[in-house]
């Protein structure tokens, strides 16, 4: 009975613990801050906002190649920071498209601490600021990879965009949270679900979802059934080979995200290469 009792206490210490250090596991932000020379080379300037409890968050912006050209917002996944996606993105800025990248609290040298409320009020300033850059809903395209999949869903539910672009989405944290520990009642432990299921069918912009089907830390199952739930138009593109974060290893993948793009937020003209 005693070997029962410290058994189960144990196993309450664990549930308690990863409780306690969730937003850590989820969040794991380091403190690195991105490489200037990077966001030289690109042409890329920072931008800041500030948000409503004080802090001055850091972004990274390249303007479009002029005023009809569309702009990506991009949300980036919980490990590393902005100027970590540079290079996966240089295709789509050499076709002349915008790249603005979230500067997540807590990350990449921004102070603050992340959080489910806190990372969407972050978004929501960010999608102002662009506004007032003269950028019209109708050249905004919602960029989400892994963790910023939730928050561009998100957003893209309550403003008007171009087109919503997820790259290896999830269902909900909660629920990819309960597969990888499964010993755990990690469902109900998860304070920032990011329920992106609940919201996808109220997307009404065009739908870019990809996914790699040897993808292992988001299954390729969560996307396909976020993109099931989602609203036509939509497009799944999945990548045989591809894990979760290697999509744009393969040549084509970029070269059909420009595409959608082209389609659905510069129907008009064709830009760059």
Same mark, same amino acid.
Do not use: C
């Given at each position: 009975?005693? $070997? ?17 250090? #969730? ?8 403190? $690195?801050?991105? =490489? ?10 920072? /931008? ?5 409890? @004080?802090? !001055? ?8 190649? =002029?005023?009809?050209?569309? /702009?990506? /917002? %991009? ?6 920071? /902005? ?10 800025? #050499? ?5 603005? &990248? ?6 990449? @040298? ?10 969407? +009020? !972050?978004?929501?300033?960010? &999608?102002?600021?662009?506004?007032? #850059? ?7 395209? &919602?960029? @989400?990879?892994?963790? @910023? ?15 919503? $672009? ?10 990819? +949270? ?5 010993? &755990?009642?990690?469902?109900?432990? %998860?304070? !920032? ?37 989602? %609203? ?7 990548? !045989?080979?591809?894990?979760?974060? *290697?999509?744009?290893?393969?040549? *084509?993948?970029?070269?059909? %995200? $420009? ?5 659905? +937020? ?8």
């Amino acid at each position: 009975m005693n $070997i029962i009792v410290a058994a189960f206490g144990g196993y309450l210490a664990i549930v308690g613990a990863v409780f306690v250090m #969730q937003r850590s596991l989820l969040y794991p932000a380091g403190r $690195i801050v991105p =490489d200037a020379a990077v966001a030289a080379t690109a042409g890329i300037r920072t /931008v800041t906002t500030r948000t409503a409890d @004080g802090l !001055d968050l850091t972004h990274w912006y390249r303007p479009p190649v =002029d005023d009809e050209a569309p /702009v990506l /917002v %991009v949300f980036h996944g919980n490990a590393g920071h /902005v100027g970590d996606r540079v290079p996966k993105l240089g295709e789509l800025m #050499q076709a002349g498209f915008g790249v603005l &990248l979230a500067g997540y609290r807590g990350y990449g @040298g921004n102070p603050g601490q992340p959080s489910e409320e806190a990372l969407s +009020a !972050d978004a929501r300033l960010l &999608l102002d600021w662009l506004a007032r #850059q003269g950028i019209a809903p109708e050249r905004t395209v &919602l960029y @989400g990879e892994s963790l @910023g999949t939730g928050i561009a869903v998100k957003m893209a539910t309550e403003r008007v965009a171009a087109a919503v $672009i997820l790259e290896a989405p999830y269902t909900s944290v909660a629920e990819v +949270a309960q597969a990888h520990y499964w010993y &755990l009642p990690a469902r109900w432990l %998860v304070l !920032d679900k990011w329920n992106s299921l609940s919201r996808i069918a109220r997307i009404e912009a065009p739908l870019l979802l990809m996914h790699g089907l040897r993808d292992r830390t988001i299954p390729a199952r969560y996307g396909r059934r976020l993109f099931e739930a989602a %609203v036509e138009p939509k497009q799944l593109l999945l990548v !045989d080979d591809g894990q979760h974060t *290697d999509l744009y290893d393969f040549p *084509d993948v970029a070269r059909q %995200v $420009i595409d959608f793009v082209r389609t659905h +937020a510069a129907p008009s003209r064709q830009l760059g290469p």
